[in-house]
C-alpha cells in the first residue's frame, strides 16, 4: 500500500460553493445598476466559454493578466462583461462596465461563499494521517484570503488559484505550482475535484493520481477512475 503525501483539493464544489448560487453576484450587481437579468439567461451558455479566448491545447493560460492582481481584475471584469453580453442582456457600455466591475469586486468577497459540512471534518481526516493538503482552484485573486475567513486557511499548505499562476485547470502548469508549493512528486500527489475533465484527467496528465467527488451519486460511471461521495471518503493509500 502506498499512502499519499500530499493531497490537492479543489475549492468550488468541492472544499466549497457560493452560498446565493453561482450566478447570485451578476444577478445583485444587475439590479444595482438596474438591468434586468435571470439565471436562465446567464446558464445559457457554460461559464468555461467565457475562458475561449485565453485556451491552449493543454488548457487556458493567462500568464500576463496574472503579474498582479490590478491586472487580474481587468481581465476578471472584461470576463464579466462578455457573460453578460452573451446572455443577451442589453444595456450601454457604460452600465455593462460597471456591472463587470461590481461582480468583480463582489466575488473577492469571503462573506459570499460556504464550506460544505464534510470539508472540515475531511480535512481533519487527512491530517490525523499525516497528510498535507493544498488548495488547487480555478478561482479569483483573493482564495487564499477567502479561505482564511472561512475558518480553515491554516489547515493547507498552501493555497494555488489560477488567478495568481496564470494557468487553470486542466493545463498541468498548475498542478507543478501545487508539487512546487507542497515539495511532492507526482506519484506521491492525489488530487480531489469534482470535474472530471479540469480536475481528475488534467491531474492524471500531470502524473497525479486523482479522485472524482460526486456528492449526488448521479455521475455515470467512468473506467479507472475512484468516485466518492464525500470528503471523509479521500482515499488514504492505494496499491
Same mark, same amino acid.
Given at each position: 500500500?502506498?499512502?499519499?503525501?500530499?493531497?490537492?483539493?479543489?475549492?468550488?464544489?468541492? &472544499?466549497?460553493?457560493?452560498?446565493?448560487? /453561482?450566478?447570485?453576484?451578476?444577478?445583485?450587481?444587475?439590479?444595482?445598476?438596474?438591468?434586468?437579468?435571470?439565471?436562465?439567461?446567464?446558464?445559457?451558455?457554460?461559464?468555461?466559454?467565457?475562458?475561449?479566448?485565453?485556451?491552449?491545447?493543454?488548457?487556458?493560460?493567462?500568464?500576463?493578466?496574472?503579474?498582479?492582481?490590478?491586472?487580474?481584475?481587468?481581465?476578471?471584469?472584461?470576463?464579466?462583461?462578455?457573460? $453578460?453580453?452573451?446572455?443577451?442582456?442589453?444595456?450601454?457600455?457604460?452600465?455593462?462596465?460597471?456591472?463587470?466591475?461590481?461582480?468583480?469586486?463582489?466575488?473577492?468577497?469571503?462573506?459570499?461563499?460556504?464550506?460544505?459540512?464534510?470539508?472540515?471534518?475531511?480535512?481533519?481526516?487527512?491530517?490525523?494521517?499525516? &497528510?498535507?493538503?493544498?488548495?488547487?482552484? /480555478?478561482?479569483?485573486?483573493?482564495?487564499?484570503? $477567502?479561505?482564511?475567513? &472561512?475558518?480553515?486557511?491554516?489547515?493547507?499548505?498552501?493555497?494555488?488559484?489560477?488567478?495568481?499562476?496564470?494557468?487553470?485547470?486542466?493545463?498541468?502548469?498548475?498542478?507543478?505550482?501545487?508539487?512546487?508549493?507542497?515539495?511532492?512528486?507526482?506519484?506521491?500527489?492525489?488530487?480531489?475535484?469534482?470535474?472530471?475533465?479540469?480536475?481528475?484527467?488534467?491531474?492524471?496528465?500531470?502524473?497525479?493520481?486523482?479522485?472524482?467527488?460526486?456528492?449526488?451519486?448521479?455521475?455515470?460511471?467512468?473506467?479507472?477512475?475512484?468516485?466518492?461521495?464525500?470528503?471523509?471518503? $479521500?482515499?488514504?493509500?492505494?496499491?
Amino acid at each position: 500500500m502506498h499512502p499519499p503525501r500530499t493531497v490537492c483539493l479543489d475549492f468550488d464544489r468541492t &472544499l466549497g460553493f457560493m452560498a446565493a448560487g /453561482n450566478f447570485s453576484l451578476y444577478l445583485r450587481a444587475a439590479e444595482e445598476c438596474g438591468v434586468s437579468v435571470t439565471e436562465e439567461q446567464l446558464a445559457a451558455r457554460p461559464l468555461e466559454d467565457a475562458w475561449e479566448q485565453w485556451m491552449t491545447p493543454e488548457g487556458p493560460a493567462h500568464l500576463d493578466a496574472s503579474v498582479d492582481e490590478a491586472s487580474f481584475r481587468r481581465l476578471r471584469e472584461a470576463l464579466h462583461r462578455a457573460r $453578460i453580453r452573451a446572455a443577451g442582456i442589453e444595456c450601454d457600455d457604460a452600465t455593462l462596465g460597471r456591472i463587470g466591475a461590481r461582480v468583480a469586486a463582489l466575488e473577492g468577497e469571503a462573506v459570499h461563499y460556504r464550506l460544505y459540512d464534510d470539508a472540515v471534518p475531511g480535512l481533519e481526516r487527512l491530517a490525523r494521517a499525516g &497528510l498535507q493538503a493544498v488548495v488547487v482552484s /480555478n478561482h479569483v485573486w483573493q482564495l487564499p484570503e $477567502i479561505m482564511r475567513a &472561512l475558518g480553515c486557511g491554516a489547515r493547507f499548505e498552501g493555497v494555488v488559484t489560477s488567478a495568481r499562476v496564470g494557468y487553470r485547470k486542466p493545463h498541468p502548469e498548475i498542478f507543478r505550482a501545487a508539487l512546487r508549493l507542497s515539495g511532492s512528486a507526482p506519484e506521491d500527489a492525489l488530487m480531489v475535484g469534482d470535474s472530471l475533465s479540469a480536475d481528475v484527467s488534467g491531474a492524471q496528465a500531470a502524473g497525479l493520481r486523482a479522485v472524482l467527488l460526486d456528492r449526488s451519486g448521479e455521475h455515470p460511471p467512468v473506467e479507472g477512475v475512484t468516485v466518492i461521495r464525500s470528503l471523509v471518503d $479521500i482515499p488514504l493509500t492505494w496499491t
